[in-house]
């Protein structure tokens, strides 16, 4: 796979290709991944570089309001981060834990994969913003090409996986009228199974003459036609704000899913996109794991 630096370009040169995939962690790296042969040029804009870099990290500091950020809280990660806890700085992400680089935070993630319950998709009055556009159903058809890539055995992680154990583990003795079981299971590489699947290390070891990778790219604008109804191209720039553009026919937006929307010059671009004006500019920053007090 080429992965070249934007740093190794002029500034205000110009990119072009038919789709733009801005962030290249596991979900721009697996939108990528779908374009290899096919005739479409690709170009996926990763912000950090192909490893951590402490000026990149900087990029994912956040403000966090109300979490608790006591001794407790920072042990509590020490245990569940591990080994990567060197990775981030507790100061510049008080709370959750997201990776600058390219593979995205799956750099360091535990690899645990399920598909998503009914629940998950349901309005749920107790919980704000919930419910999504999509249905379960309509992801069916996705789930075994995701396992497929994510290396994971059959898809199921319900009461069925009972039957496929064949009594090899004893189910345990609880009262089934109030507790269902589900199951997961853990992404592996396919070079090493001893490590887990890493997005960017496979994607990187693939070939394809119509995707490249721009590292040490940051999105900071993305512009759109003036009526407000195309999208017309992306301003990018080096951490050292050298700028250059992408134009592109098609771009896709998931660098960073949790916190997108609060890039600073962000906001505009989204008010100014039919029917988004009144939306949420901020999302919520998610992470794994719930910090106890
Ligand atoms: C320690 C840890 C453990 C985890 N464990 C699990 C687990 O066991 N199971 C599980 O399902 N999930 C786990 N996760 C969560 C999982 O890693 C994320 O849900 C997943 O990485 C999200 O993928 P993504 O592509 O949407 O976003 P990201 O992985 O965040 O990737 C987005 C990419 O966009 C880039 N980017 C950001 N802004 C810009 C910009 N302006 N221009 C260009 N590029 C930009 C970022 O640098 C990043 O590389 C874990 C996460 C962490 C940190």
């Known amino acids: 796979m080429q992965i070249d630096n934007l740093d190794n370009f002029d500034p205000g040169s110009e990119f072009e290709a038919d789709i733009a995939i801005i962030g290249a962690g596991p979900a721009g790296i697996t939108i990528a991944r779908e374009f290899l042969n096919s005739p479409y040029r690709v170009l996926l804009i990763e912000s950090g570089l192909v490893d951590e870099h402490e000026p990149h990290m900087a990029l994912n500091q956040v403000e966090s309001e109300g979490e608790p950020a006591g001794e407790a809280a920072i042990n509590f990660r020490r245990i569940f981060h591990g ?29 645990r994969s399920a598909t998503f319950d009914q629940m998950d998709f349901a309005k749920r009055d107790w919980v704000p913003f919930s419910g999504w556009p999509v249905s ?5 058809p996705y789930f075994d090409r995701a396992a497929d890539w994510l290396n994971l055995g059959p898809n199921c992680y319900d009461e069925e996986f009972w039957k496929l154990l064949g009594g090899k583990i004893e189910r345990p003795p609880l009262d089934r009228s109030k507790l269902r079981s589900c199951f997961w299971q853990y992404a592996r590489s396919r070079r090493d199974l001893t490590q887990m699947k890493s997005f960017g290390a496979d994607f990187k070891a693939l070939d394809s003459g119509k995707v490249r990778v721009l590292v040490n790219a940051t999105v900071t604008q993305i512009e759109i036609d003036e009526d407000g109804k195309a999208f017309s191209h992306l301003e990018v720039s080096t951490i050292d704000n050298v700028r250059s553009k992408v134009t592109a026919r098609l771009c896709v937006l998931v660098a960073q899913g949790r916190s997108f929307p609060a890039v600073s010059s962000w906001p505009d671009f989204f008010a100014r996109t039919p029917g988004r004006g009144e939306a949420p500019q901020r999302r919520h920053l998610h992470a794994s794991g719930n910090l106890p007090g």
């Open 83 to 111: 080994p990567n806890m060197g990775s981030f700085n507790q100061q510049a992400q008080p709370y959750g834990m997201r990776v600058r680089a390219f593979g995205g935070s799956a750099k360091y993630w535990g690899g």
């Open 136 to 140: 379960r159903e309509s992801l069916k």
